[in-house]
């Protein structure tokens, strides 16, 4: 696990590691060690993983949503700069499928207020803004190694900081806050079982000697589907690259444009049929049946972009092992669907 560590601290330039059971570990962990009180705010994406607004309603902490936008499904960088009050303890920037959000305005408000940036980066291994990879922006780091991910422990996560009290906190909160040296076992925190296995560590160790071929690969087979889907007039998939980065094509997103008359679950099941198998995209927040019971978000909340991405966007086979004629395959059945149906 130590060797693991500081591999990867060292990969992504930032002092201290932790390693942890998932990213969602690495979520409830980080935001617990800023030792925040009951209803302080923290800015999250509507549009994410659930693990992202679970971490913060948890801990009786008050999560605060933020739309994304409709060309590279990030939270929209202005909003977040609007939904910031004299509560704003902490922002989580999630960094969602393909680009990074562009933290630069957002880091330098958040420096001025004293507003801690938890920059999510289960998605983006390996990604960076400008040469400096992501991960590295943040306060704190979050890091998934989920079976899908860039690299994988088949399940595990990470923790990275540069702030050493920080370090110390989240290192005692992943093994139940045990006490010190003779009084091991009166433990001084409500913690969390939440370690990595030396086993999956050590898998940890050999993904990430593979780190540059697996980049190059997701965006061969991302830059292969671009090629093979960008006249299609009919749906929206993002950029090989924009203004402050390259695509790193976490999986390969196509959202069907308004006024296409076929919708997104009669496209999927003609995909299936033809043995394509495909993942709907997040569901928003707002509109989670946990969070509405809990009446966590009020019902008048709206996040338009949101939650079209999540009615019409899907993504299709996009691992490691994929062949191009596999590729080349999904593309000709994707165009053949619309070129019918329209």
Not at 121 to 143: M, P, R, V
Not at 212 to 223: A, D, L, M, S, T
């Amino acid at each position: 696990v130590k060797k693991f560590e500081n591999e990867f601290s060292n990969y992504i330039k930032k002092k201290y590691a932790v390693a942890v059971s998932s990213g969602t570990a690495a979520l409830e962990i980080s935001i617990k060690s800023l030792n925040l009180k009951p209803n302080d705010e923290i800015i999250i994406p509507c549009f994410s993983i659930i693990s992202t607004a679970l971490c913060v309603t948890k801990l009786g902490l008050k999560p605060v949503l933020v739309d994304c936008d409709l060309e590279e499904w990030n939270m929209n960088e202005d909003e977040i700069i609007s939904k910031i009050t004299k509560k704003t303890k902490a922002i989580i920037i999630t960094h969602i499928y393909g680009f990074p959000v562009n933290m630069k305005k957002i880091l330098k408000i958040a420096k001025k207020k004293k507003i801690k940036i938890i920059e999510d980066s289960a998605e983006l291994i390996g990604q960076d803004i400008k040469g400096k990879k992501c991960g590295s922006f943040g306060d704190i780091s979050t890091f998934s190694f989920y079976a899908n991910k860039h690299i994988t422990t088949g399940e595990g996560g990470m923790i990275l900081t540069d702030d050493k009290n920080i370090y110390e906190k989240c290192k005692s909160l992943r093994n139940l806050c045990f006490g010190k040296k003779n009084n091991r076992f009166n433990h001084n925190d409500i913690g969390w079982n939440y370690r990595l296995s030396n086993i999956q560590a050590a898998m940890g160790c050999g993904q990430l000697k593979n780190i540059k071929w697996i980049i190059k690969r997701k965006r061969e087979i991302g830059k292969r589907y671009y090629s093979l889907l960008k006249n299609n007039q009919n749906i929206i998939i993002q950029k090989i690259e924009n203004n402050f980065a390259k695509n790193i094509f976490w999986v390969f997103g196509i959202v069907i444009k308004k006024n296409v008359k076929i919708k997104r679950d009669k496209v999927t099941k003609l995909l299936l049929n033809k043995k394509i198998q495909t993942r709907n995209f997040f569901y928003p927040m707002h509109k989670q049946n946990i969070f509405r019971k809990l009446k966590i978000f009020k019902k008048s909340e709206k996040y338009p972009n949101a939650e079209y991405l999540s009615n019409n966007g899907f993504y299709v086979p996009s691992g490691l092992g994929i062949k191009n004629f596999e590729i080349d395959y999904v593309a000709s059945e994707i165009n053949k669907i619309f070129n019918k149906k329209i």
